[in-house]
């Protein structure tokens, strides 16, 4: 015992904090494999038979007379029923009722005298007393040893979708934009909220905690009759960029508010105070000495806005439009979908593809995101 | 001139990013199965160069690029630049933009329901009796076109408000015929032999039916699919209709006993793939699937016309899958009935443009160059059967026009708070082991409350 109890809690710890982290990836890991997976294995079968060897039942339909020879007066088709692909066959058969029906080497006698073998490298060999250039080619049940198989081809999907670029660069343009606007604003309100005493201060700061709980879906029909009346007012169109600008930024900011105005109220009042002897005014006061001590908070706010503009769909395509050319990546990796959708390799691949940026923004900036998560709830931290 | 004319649409369209002119399909004038007379008519009739039409619709993915390639006649013909959109809340979408005051030109919505609210809220511009009656004269059924597009406006007054266009086919049964042969099965001609073969599927050791009831948030509406199938098979298409404006209750014998039909399919744990307790958590896309396992999961998949994109890749209709029509009883005497769904256009903001859109799809062509695709139906008597791109969309047409009763889904025509709500989880209940009568009486409640 020379590690003593405490190492020993400490091997606890570190075993859940890996059971917890496994638990939380687990659901990530399973779209990451199954977004490398075929577009018929995912709805058959789940992720995880797709990482060792299994054994499936698959059907192979031999061409219909395709490269069939003549050999002492008997037609004969040969090929492979892999198909290329590897794998060891352990059963084969001809009928659905009864799909392992024969062993691999065996004959197998079909009716008019056809006979069909399949070898264990899913080699076979139809042979038959008529050509088999008329119907529609036998189907050949197989049962197969079958090991894990990874295709890019579902990104390449995503990837070389029309419009995929343009979709790209929508998306940035609405999404920086609306990340620096509101921080722009609400910066300097929340010094103001904070330092600045005025009548009807903790009013407003009640206001803003209020407009919190506001859901945005209420206000959509409403703000968006505004903007086509000003639009028709001033001769342009409602549906731009500006619009949506100004959207994010009406939703974030209260978020945005509340959260600086409490980093900034417990900045050090000594600081503020010592300023303003040596004759500092207000604005001074606050670019040179809050906005920098404010930047961690500034920083994750940003990441904050930039993760739900960059996600948004919805108000994306009521005050954007669902147009062609103004559309963002998460309204046409929606629309890759199809009209039913239920494309799980398409969702499984775009949903890494969508996820690409935030996640370099969440690395660029995450050391600031934990400080931040902090700010307004440690006072004087 | 008429080259310079597609040069400068084509030019115009690049630079709004829209559909060019030059992506048609079918050349004109080559193929002898289209109308080009009528293509060439209506280009002479109307030239809106320089006029853009928005129009917003159902379709994405593979569906939107269908619908940009007829899009592109369209403008070809009448120098209209098209911008086509969607979104996969078009649902809601069009009801935000239509009230917000900036809706498209044209919208398509599949639901009649939504249609009849936004007609009477006044947001949608009538047809006019033309177009009333050149429905009437020209597709097949013509009346029950009409009043499908029929809905009370702000004043209360009838008037036709939507154009029925591209239409799908509900009441098909898939199988795959191989599956059959291998087992000796024949096609049912009757719903008791349909009844007959789903025994002897069962005592041969076999699953007869796929059915999933799962989609997300709709979960269900496959079973109402179902539900309304049977109501036409054991009721009159009169009873039909007053079940869909509720004139009788939901808790009319009639509509109970079309519930209990569909449960003696999905109810019985030896007829389904999985058991009955598979049926509501079965997704929809994946249950055909069922079809094509080795051995076979099931032998048999009720669904609409639409189906085959959620088969295995490479499947060919006609050869690895096919379908029957949904046999009618023969002991009961209600013809050969058949449901189906469709989709309508309508004017959510009047203009030359928009008016140009709607004489547009009174054009043989316009129907004719996406049948020739596929996933097109119409009921339209002057476009051309031959032009049907595939056997089994030829197969369909001939189902909806050899059909002595065509009925529009009804979960589609009833309030959406019934057809897109109550009565799905109504399904979902039943097929947990909920009574039919305990389900009806539940949606009657939903009903009732909302009148």
Redesign the interface.
Same mark, same amino acid.
């Given at each position: 015992m020379v590690t003593g109890p405490k190492s020993s809690f400490g091997w606890v710890v570190h075993l859940s904090v890996v059971v917890f982290v496994a638990l939380w990836m687990l659901p990530t890991v399973g779209l990451l494999v199954s977004s490398f997976r075929d577009k018929d294995q995912i709805s058959v079968s789940g992720w995880w038979t797709a990482l060792s060897t299994s054994s499936q039942n698959l059907v192979f339909r031999a061409p219909a007379g395709d490269g069939e020879e003549v050999v002492n007066g008997r037609y004969v088709l040969k090929g492979s029923v892999l198909d290329g692909a590897s794998g060891q066959v352990s059963a084969f058969g001809f009928s659905s009722r009864e799909p392992a029906a024969f062993a691999p080497g065996t004959v197998a006698d079909l009716k008019d005298g056809v006979t069909l073998t399949v070898a264990g490298d899913g080699a076979f060999e139809l042979s038959g007393p008529a050509s088999f250039a008329e119907g529609r080619g036998q189907r050949i049940f197989y049962t197969a040893e079958v090991p894990p198989r990874f295709t890019l081809e579902n990104y390449r999907n995503v990837l070389t979708a029309s419009g995929l670029g343009r979709s790209f660069l929508n998306s940035m343009t609405v999404a920086i934009p609306s990340t620096v606007i509101p921080i722009l604003i609400a910066a300097f309100a929340a010094y103001a909220l904070a330092w600045m005493p005025f009548p009807g201060r903790s009013l407003m700061i009640a206001a803003v905690v209020g407009l919190l709980v506001v859901p945005l879906q209420m206000s959509l029909i409403p703000l968006l009759k505004i903007y086509n009346s000003v639009g028709q007012a001033l001769g342009f169109d409602p549906k731009s960029y500006i619009g949506i600008w100004l959207a994010h930024t009406g939703f974030g900011l209260p978020l945005a508010i509340y959260l600086l105005r409490n980093y900034m109220a417990g900045l050090p009042r000594e600081v503020m105070e010592s300023a303003r002897l040596d004759g500092a005014t207000d604005f001074q006061i606050f670019t040179r000495i809050v906005l920098p001590l404010s930047f961690p908070a500034l920083a994750s706010f940003a990441i904050f806005q930039f993760l739900w503009t960059w996600n948004d769909l919805l108000v994306a395509l009521v005050f954007l439009g669902p147009q062609d050319d103004k559309l963002v990546l998460t309204g046409r990796l929606v629309n890759l979908l199809g009209s039913r959708g239920g494309d799980w390799d398409i969702l499984a691949a775009s949903a890494f593809v969508s996820i690409a940026v935030p996640v370099l923004v969440f690395f660029a900036m995450q050391k600031f995101l934990v400080r931040g998560l902090l700010a307004g709830s440690v006072k004087g931290g | 001139m008429k080259s310079t004319l597609l040069a400068t649409v084509c030019a115009s369209a690049l630079v $709004?990013?829209?559909v060019c002119a030059q992506d048609l399909k079918f050349a004109p004038g080559e193929d002898a199965r289209f109308n080009w007379a009528s293509y060439e008519d209506y280009a002479a009739k109307y030239n809106l160069d320089g006029q853009t039409l928005?129009v917003?619709g159902?379709?994405?993915?593979?569906?939107?690029a269908l619908v940009e390639s007829m899009l592109a006649y369209f403008t070809a013909a009448s120098g209209v630049t098209v *911008?086509?959109? $969607?979104?996969?809340?078009y649902e809601q979408?069009i009801v935000?933009?239509t009230?917000?005051? $900036?809706p498209p030109d044209i919208a398509v919505l599949p639901q009649p329901g939504l249609i009849a609210d936004l007609a009477s809220k006044g947001l949608l511009t009538p047809l006019g009796d033309e177009t009333q009656g050149w429905l009437k004269d020209n597709y097949a059924a013509g009346d029950s076109w009409v009043s499908l597009g029929t809905y009370k406006g702000k004043d209360g007054a009838p008037a036709l408000y939507a154009f029925p266009y591209k239409i799908d086919v509900k009441s098909l049964v898939w199988y795959?015929p191989?599956?059959f042969e291998?087992?000796g099965y024949e096609v049912p001609q009757t719903m008791e032999e349909l009844k007959a073969l789903t025994e002897q599927i069962v005592a041969d050791g076999g699953t007869p039916w796929c059915i999933g009831l799962g989609s997300?948030g709709a979960t269900g509406w496959p079973a109402t699919d179902w539900v309304e199938d049977m109501m036409l098979r054991t009721a009159s298409p009169e009873t039909y209709d007053k079940w869909v404006s509720n004139e009788i209750p939901f808790t009319d014998p009639a509509v109970v006993g079309a519930i209990d039909e569909f449960g003696w399919f999905a109810r019985n744990d030896k007829f389904v793939d999985g058991g009955a307790a598979a049926v509501a958590t079965t997704?929809f896309?994946?249950s055909p *699937?069922g079809l094509?396992?080795?051995?076979?999961k099931c032998y048999m998949h009720h669904q609409a016309s639409?189906i085959p $994109?959620?088969f295995?890749?490479g499947t060919k209709l006609g050869?690895?899958a096919d379908f029957f029509y949904m046999p009618a009883y023969a002991g009961k005497d209600l013809g050969k009935p058949v449901l189906g769904a469709g989709t309508l256009a309508m004017i959510t903001k009047d203009g030359e443009a928009s008016r140009a859109f709607i004489e547009w799809l009174k054009t043989p062509i316009a129907h004719e160059v996406w049948m020739a695709q596929s996933g097109f139906l119409t009921p339209f008597k002057a476009a051309n059967p031959e032009a049907y791109g595939n056997g089994a969309l030829k197969k369909q047409g001939e189902i909806l026009l050899n059909s002595t009763t065509f009925r529009f889904d009804g979960s589609d025509l009833m309030p959406g708070k019934i057809g897109a709500g109550a009565f799905w989880t109504g399904m979902v209940d039943y097929a947990g082991g909920k009574s039919a009568a305990d389900v009806a009486a539940a949606v009657q409640a939903e009903w009732d409350a909302i009148k």
């Open positions: - | $709004s990013g829209a928005t917003f159902p379709w994405r993915g593979e569906d939107q *911008k086509y959109s $969607s979104s996969e809340n979408q935000i933009d009230q917000a005051g $900036s795959v191989e599956n291998d087992a997300g997704d896309r994946d *699937k094509f396992a080795s051995p076979p639409f $994109s959620f295995p890749e050869v690895d």
